[in-house]
Structures are given as C-alpha cells and as structure tokens.
C-alpha cells in the first residue's frame, strides 16, 4: 500500500512561480518512478513530468521544457515540481502519480498505480 499526499497548489500570476510536493510512504523500494500529470477544465489528463526514483532521469512533456522542473528527495521520500514562468494554459488541477517499475511508457497515466488527491493549480493573466 502506497499513499501519495500531495501540498503546494495554489493562485498565481502569469510569470509566477510554484513549487508542489508529493510526499511518498508505505511499502516501496527504489526501483520506482514518479510523474505529474496535470487536468485542465474540460480537458483529459495530461502527462507533464516523471522522474526514475534510483536514477534521478527525468522526462518532460514539451510545453513545460525550460519551465519545469521535477526532482525528488530520497531521504524524505518527497517529489517536487518546481513550475515557473507560468502561464495561463497551465491552469489545472496537478495529480502526483508512482508506477511500480522505474522504466515505463511514461505518457500513459493506466502505468501508474498510485496516486495523489490532486491541489489546484491557477494562473491569471
């Protein structure tokens, strides 16, 4: 049993920026990866970044490259999207998502077993 608690949503401007977390615990190893997903109002959820938990590799969706910044901390078993230079179009309600294999066709939100309760995210122009 994996739970995911997900803080750091919030309003914003354009040209601002957040950082959210997603702190992991329950029964895991390693050998697992994370990702963000993001769902706009009247929009499919999209994939936005993921990260290898042992490796530290990360993938982005290309309209966040140079924006978005996903990490993680292993001793506090927390994930991070540091967004900045938001924009409007960012707007959506952000999920923190763990696949139990670290290497997975990461667009695809059914690879992820888990995840968080999803925080708000608002930009304004």
């Known amino acids: 049993q994996v739970q995911l608690v997900e803080s750091g949503g919030g309003l914003v401007q354009a040209g601002g920026s957040l950082r959210l977390s997603c702190a992991v615990s329950?029964?895991?190893?390693?050998?697992?990866?994370m990702a963000w997903f993001r769902q706009a109002p009247g929009k499919e959820r999209e994939f936005v970044a993921h990260?290898?938990?042992?490796?530290?590799?990360?993938y982005y969706t290309d309209s966040v490259k140079g924006r978005f910044t996903i990490s993680r901390d292993n001793a506090k078993n927390t994930v991070y999207l540091q967004m900045s230079n938001l924009k409007p179009e960012d707007t959506a309600v952000y999920y923190c998502?763990?696949?139990?294999?670290?290497?997975?066709?990461?667009?695809?939100?059914?690879?992820?077993?888990?995840w968080g309760q999803g925080t708000q995210v608002t930009v304004s122009a």
């Open positions: 998502a763990r696949a139990a294999r670290e290497y997975i066709v990461v667009r695809l939100a059914s690879e992820y077993d888990y």
């Open positions: 990260i290898t938990w042992s490796d530290g590799n990360t």
């Open positions: 329950g029964r895991t190893n390693s050998r697992y990866a």
